[in-house]
Every structure is written in C-alpha cells, then in structure tokens.
C-alpha cells in the first residue's frame, strides 16, 4: 500500500498510539492550582468536510507547543470546537437536498476523525459545537444582556447586501466591494437591522493594544487603522434659509479661512432639503443613483469623484464668508457627520473635486520655513505648516493655530474640539436560517421584547424549506414566527433574522473553559483559571474580523462581571498561508494537496515534521513533494539509527570491552547538551520550529557518527542509550507516534506524552565559538569566527583587518567602532 511499509510501518504504529491515547484519555486536563496552566488555542475550523493543508499547519504548530508545555510540567488545555453556523451549510442544503444539520454534523464526524489521525493531542472532551442549542442559547443570552444595556439595537439603516448569499454582510466582510465569502459584488440596501454598540468600546480597542506586546505589529496597525481615531473639532456652517446649520467635522480646522465650498453626503439627512425645488427630480434622481453604488467601492478612492451643486450657500463661521453647498459621492456618511468644509489647497480629494468643478482654491498654509512665493492660489499642501491668509491666525503654526480656533469655535457656541473614531457599529442582522436566532419578539401593543431567559434557547427549527428565494427561510416557518408577547400575553411575532456568525466565534474560548456548564455562558471559577489565551494561533486574514470582536466580547463580558479580564489573548501568532506553483492552494485553481493521500502514503508523523520544517511559523510554506519524502527518510533513518543501539545495549559483549573514546564522548555528550538548550528555546522562545528541527537532524548525524565509535564499551553504549533517549524525548512533540513507539521499546514507563522534557548542563551547552558579524554604518559587510568571551580590542582588530572590510573603507576615516561582545562589530564612517 505505502512505498513506506518496507522500513516502517508508520500505519499500524499511528493508528495504535492513536487508541492507546483515546483509551487512556492522555489529553483531558482539569483546573489544578499546584501547576502553572497553559492555554494554547488555534482558531477552530468550520467543518467544509475535510481539513486543508492551512489546517495542517496551523494545528501541527499548536501541537508542537503544547506537547512541550506539557512535558516542561504545565497544565496545557489545548481545546477544540467547530465554528459551525453559517451560509455554506445552508447553501449545500439547497444544492444538495440535504439539511444543513445533517451536512454539518457528517462534516464535522469526518474532520475530526482526520485530526485524530494527525495525532494532535487535542482534549476532545471539551469539544464546542457552535450549531448545536446548548452552545447558541449562550449567545442569546448575551445578546440579551446587551440589549437591556442599550448595546443592542434596532434601526433602520443602509447595508452591505450580498445577492448571491443573499444577506447582510458587516463592512468588514465586504472589504473590497466583494463578499469575503463568495467574492461577489456587494449591493446596498436600506432596512431593519440589529446593530451591536462596538463604538462604546473605540477608545478601550486602542488602549488595549498597549497591553498586547506579543501581537505582530502589522496586525495591531491593522486593527489601528480600522478603528481610525481622529482627533479634530465640529464646526457649524450656517445655512439661513434651511433655518438649521451644517455641522462638519475636520481633522484640520486651521485650514478653514481655505474653505471654498460644503460637500455633503448623498445619505445625508439635510440633502434631500437642500436640493428641493425646480431641480428637484433631476437632482433626486442623482442621489438616488449615487446612494444605490457602493459605499465601500468610493471609501476606497477608486471610484470617479461626482457631484451636483444644491445652489445653496453655506456661512463660514471664521470669515462670514458665502460658500456653495454641492452633493458628492467622495463623502460618506458612516464618517464624522457625512458632511465635510472642502479645503481643495490642502486635500487631495477636495483638490481633485475642485478642479473637475472649477471650484475656488485658496492656499491658507505653507510650509515652514514658507518656501518662495508661487504667485498667486492653485497649488496643493497637504502637511502642517504655517498658517497665512488667515486674518489674526496668520502666522500661527498649525498646531497652535487648530487649539486656538476650536476654543473659539466653542466659546462662541458653533463649535468644539472633539475625537471621531472611523469604527462604526456592527451590523449583526443575517437574513439566513443556519444561524442563531436573534432573541426578540415584536409585539404591536408592547414594542420590542427580549425572550425571557427561562425560554431560551430560541430554537432553530428543523422544518424550514430552502429555495435561495430572498428571504430568510425563517420567514415562512409559521410555528416559528407566531409567538407571544412576554409581557402582555398577547399575539406577537418573531424576530426573522439570525445572527452574524462571528458572534459565535467572539467567545467560544470562554467556553472551553467549562463546556457543560448549564446556568451561564462559563464557570467564573472554571474561566478565572484558564483565562487568558496564553497563546493564540490563527491567520492574519483575521485580524480586523475575528480579533477585534473577540476583544470587544471580552471587555462586554467583563462588564457583565462575568471575568475580571480586559483582553483574551496576550499572544498572538499569525502563521502564514500555505502555497503550491506560487499561489495558495485552492480548489479553483485545481492545486489543492490532500492530506489525506499524503498520510495514507508517508504517514502524519511525516507530514506534521515536513509541515513544521519547510519553513518558520509566521512565513509562506510553499509545498514541495520532495521534501515530504525527505522527511520519511528521516524518520526512518531515527528508527534504523535507535533500533540499532537499542540491539547492541542488549548485546552481552564477547571478551573485553573495547577502550572508551573520551574524544568522541565528549563530542556527543556536548552535542546532546546543546541540541537540547536549542530545540527548548526555539520552540519556547521563537517558535521557531524549523531551526528547532535541523538542530535535531544534526545531531541526530552526530549520533550516527559516533555510534560505531562507542559502540565497544560499556560506558560507550550507556552513552548511547542516554543520547537515543534524548533524541526521542526532543523529537516527540514533532512525530509523536514513532518516539511513544521508541520509548516503549526502549522500556520506559508511561508515555512520552508524560515524560519530563530533558535537562541540560549549561557548561556543556556553552558553544565555544562565536560567529561575530561585521557591519559598516549599520549595514552588514562581513563575519568572522572567534574564540568565545575576546576582548573588545581584539573583535576591532580582527573586524578592521579582514581584507573585504579593508576594501570597502577604503581612505574615508572610521568615526568609531561600536562592540557587542560575541555578536557584532559595527563600523561608524
């Protein structure tokens, strides 16, 4: 069946390590105060119906760690669930005839059985399936909460709508214009919608970030930037015939005397006001169209900037100057107050617009010190600098010039210093059935009721149908729409839309703490123990959806008083994507690796070591069949190598031992004490378990070299066996079927799973060279080996003498030359 069987019959060993854990239940953990716990999580999967090599990966590199939490002594939860609600069940329901249940449930039996064949030392008793009612309720009841709190609430309001789905998505599922899921145009729409108050939370999303020092700083400048705080002032422009202002919202009010017109967004509540009149159909018509395109498509700025002119004018407070009002698809609404003062000098988006238009550009700010007059307005300065053209402002820096105006702006009451935040709530209402229903019941006597909790869960019925018909199917359920008003008693009807999926995912790891609890979401006790996420691995694709909600769960939680925690995961590892022929594996484009075939041919102690090798963590692995079967080799080169010390420990040798090699023991004795230091701090320190693994292969050569040399004495083959049980114990978190094979062949007790990771002496440890690198004015030039511990003088002398270092300095003067001993010479020209 497997090239493989001939030497190692990895098949029989995986599948009977596999049963020995299942039966042994070696994985399961409980809150134990004696010893420091560890919770490691990987981003649970949505159950498709196989697991992909991003899986793989991902799940192989949480093994590694927690497998040597575990034997350093920690208390390691290291949890599982499924991430089990949402469009693909549904829509494999209708193209398939199948219920979304049944297709989950299958996906989920079927994916589970091949992680437990990846021999990931999951604890399945803690399992959480997101789509069954014991979970779902939980979100529910938060949601409950929320609502009493005014957290949760209803309005009307434009959305992003995806046709092919056919429902609502958040802004950021539909980044691009496109559906995250199924990379359709998004339409907007206008309706009812369940929003969650996230903006609340603005300020503690950006503080937070200062308590998250183990996060990729890409990703918190993600999060950063989504977020947006801009901190600025409102201004009110008068507008005497409307009898009301325009309130606008600027970053720069230094340039206000630079204002040459107002543009509003076509959502704005003022617009259809300003445009009535003789123009009224003609301009109507335009907004409507301008309404209809996508908000997203012009947030990007790739949109053609248009706009109409109300004929309406507009007061600038700060020169009482007349400026026109115009209508333009560049402003959105969802930003400040969806009205804008357009400063075309020192905007770009402002300055294109006015040059289309032929609108007034007028220079208020030059650079400092002010370059030589241009001659006259036209030009575009978009930084800080000095203020002119700015009657008793002129002359002001800009920032002295934005604190001076905002503070009259307020003491004369049209307007004030303020912060914004481009955040904006999240849209959680989803017109699908394969989804938790929101918990609300509408009643035309009492209003908007919450479900009592005593009637949660909101079921998801089994019975609805399925066409693709726009609509949630939940709809033409009668039994489920028809429902009593909680607080009169009286006929009442329910809420039809089901929650957004990230809901789910915004707090399963809390119930991994104590997934059979049946009063609240979590056991405070249970959570107070495992929480926070000691590590968190998951892909960056998920760093403005998933990580921001999860966080703004976190602090709603906290609220609650239901943890006493401000954020759940300290540790964030984003492992990179996996690729094959230079793009990522996709069914679409027909390079999809199964893992399945792979381990059926090279076994999963195979592919977890290939996996984990090819590359570190946070970077591309790019599949490569060659060096899957290098990684076979090398597993079964460890078996031949132990199997043969392991035979020649149990040889009573003929006559007298051969004299014992102090050389080679020495060699071996300090090769092993140094593989040992490196593997624990790759894995620990930089989970960097590529260099983690060629330093096992290394010594693993050294071992092979020295065998045949020690092999004669006693003490020789002592050594030997201390050295394979060494190499089992390092290489066990990366192929753990074959070393629990050796170890009990080996006659150890228990499993390796169990055993203590192995010590080393720190003398024997020590490397006795250095590789010093040699840089000139911080760039690298050249290195050198020296003796450990030299001098300062000597690493100058030696840096200053190689001949590349000589040539590249040439007759220019050395400044100075800086030292870290052992490590680097940097020379200063």
Request: net charge negative; proline share 5%; with cysteine.
């Amino acid at each position: 069946m497997s090239k493989g069987h001939s030497e190692y019959d990895f098949f029989e060993i995986e599948k009977r390590w596999q049963k020995v854990w299942a039966d042994k239940r070696a994985f399961e953990v409980r809150e134990d105060p004696a010893k420091p716990k560890f919770y490691l999580l990987e981003m649970y999967p949505y159950p498709s119906g196989r697991i992909h090599m991003g899986h793989v990966r991902n799940y192989s590199i949480g093994d590694v760690i927690g497998r040597f939490k575990t034997m350093r002594g920690f208390n390691v939860l290291h949890p599982i669930g499924w991430d089990a609600l949402g469009m693909p069940a549904e829509n494999a329901a209708i193209k398939h005839s199948i219920h979304p249940q049944t297709w989950t449930l299958d996906n989920i039996a079927h994916m589970k059985a091949q992680l437990q064949r990846m021999g990931i030392a999951y604890d399945w008793s803690r399992e959480v399936n997101t789509c069954l009612p014991e979970y779902y309720k939980w979100n529910q009841w938060i949601f409950l909460r929320l609502f009493e709190r005014g957290l949760a609430y209803r309005k009307k309001s434009w959305v992003n709508w995806c046709p092919q789905c056919r429902t609502v998505l958040a802004n950021e599922q539909a980044a691009g214009g496109e559906c995250w899921r199924c990379a359709t145009p998004v339409e907007q729409k206008k309706m009812d919608h369940w929003f969650l108050k996230i903006t609340d939370y603005a300020e503690e999303l950006l503080t937070g970030h200062a308590q998250l020092r183990k996060w990729p700083e890409h990703v918190l400048l993600m999060q950063k930037n989504w977020i947006g705080k801009s901190r600025g002032a409102y201004v009110d422009f008068a507008v005497p015939e409307l009898g009301r202002p325009i309130r606008v919202f600027t970053t720069r009010i230094d340039t206000i005397f630079g204002a040459t017109f107002l543009v509003l967004s076509p959502e704005h509540p003022l617009s259809r006001d300003l445009i009535a009149g003789d123009k009224e159909a003609k301009l109507q018509e335009w907004v409507t169209k301008t309404v209809a395109e996508s908000r997203l498509r012009r947030d990007l700025g790739d949109a053609e900037k248009e706009g109409i002119d109300t004929g309406r004018t507009a007061i600038n407070p700060f020169t009482g100057e007349r400026i026109p009002i115009w209508i333009a698809n560049y402003v959105l609404m969802e930003y400040g107050t969806g009205a804008i003062m357009a400063v075309p000098a020192h905007d770009e988006r402002d300055f294109e617009f006015a040059q289309k238009y032929g609108l007034v550009i007028r220079e208020v700010i030059e650079p400092e010190p002010p370059a030589a007059d241009t001659g006259g307005d036209g030009g575009l300065f978009v930084d800080h600098g000095l203020v002119k053209n700015s009657g008793p402002w002129s002359g002001l820096r800009s920032e002295e010039a934005m604190e001076r105006m905002a503070a009259l702006a307020k003491d004369q009451g049209f307007g004030e210093a303020s912060t914004t935040f481009r955040l904006r709530d999240w849209g959680i209402s989803r017109q699908r059935y394969w989804g938790a229903p929101i918990p609300i019941i509408y009643c035309a006597k009492c209003g908007i009721q919450g479900v009592p909790d005593e009637d949660l869960p909101v079921r998801i019925p089994y019975n609805a149908e399925f066409t693709g018909e726009a609509g949630s199917p939940l709809e033409k359920v009668a039994e489920f729409v028809n429902a009593t008003c909680p607080k009169c008693g009286g006929k009442a009807r329910r809420e039809t839309d089901t929650m957004d999926t990230f809901v789910d995912s915004s707090w399963y790891f809390f119930r991994y703490a104590s997934p059979k609890e049946a009063m609240l979401p979590f056991a405070r006790a249970a959570a107070d123990y495992w929480m926070p996420v000691d590590l968190y691995i998951g892909g960056v694709e998920h760093a403005i959806l998933h990580l921001i909600y999860a966080r703004f769960f976190t602090k709603v939680l906290r609220d609650l008083g239901l943890t006493a925690l401000d954020e759940p995961f300290p540790h964030y590892l984003a492992q990179g994507m996996v690729t094959k022929d230079g793009s990522a594996m996709s069914k679409s484009r027909g390079n999809v690796v199964d893992p399945d075939e792979i381990i059926n041919t090279y076994g999963a102690d195979a592919l977890r070591l290939f996996i984990l090798f090819a590359a570190p963590p946070e970077k591309e692995f790019a599949w490569n069949e060659d060096g899957i079967e290098g990684a076979y080799r090398f597993i079964c080169r460890v078996r031949q190598t132990f199997e043969e010390i392991r035979e020649m420990s149990q040889e009573s040798a003929a006559g007298e031992d051969a004299a014992f090699d102090t050389d080679s023991a020495a060699r071996l004795r300090k090769k092993m004490h140094q593989t040992i230091k490196k593997v624990g701090e790759d894995i620990e320190k930089r989970f960097h378990l590529n260099t983690a693994i060629s330093s096992i292969m290394e010594f693993t050569n050294m071992l092979r070299r020295e065998k045949d040399v020690l092999k004669g004495s006693a003490e020789g083959r002592a050594l030997l066996r201390e050295a394979a049980a060494d190499l089992i114990l390092l290489l066990s978190p990366f192929t753990p079927h074959i070393c629990e094979e050796m170890w009990k062949a080996l006659g150890r007790d228990g499993l390796v799973f169990h055993a203590p990771w192995p010590a080393y002496d720190p003398g024997l440890a020590r490397e006795e060279k250095a590789t010093v690198v040699v840089e000139i004015n911080g760039k690298i030039r050249d290195k050198f080996e020296t003796d450990l511990g030299i001098p300062e003088d000597e690493m100058k002398a030696i840096a200053l003498g190689l001949p590349r270092i000589q040539e590249l300095i040439g007759a220019r003067p050395v400044r100075k030359v800086v030292c870290i001993q052992n490590k680097i010479v940097n020379i200063v020209l």
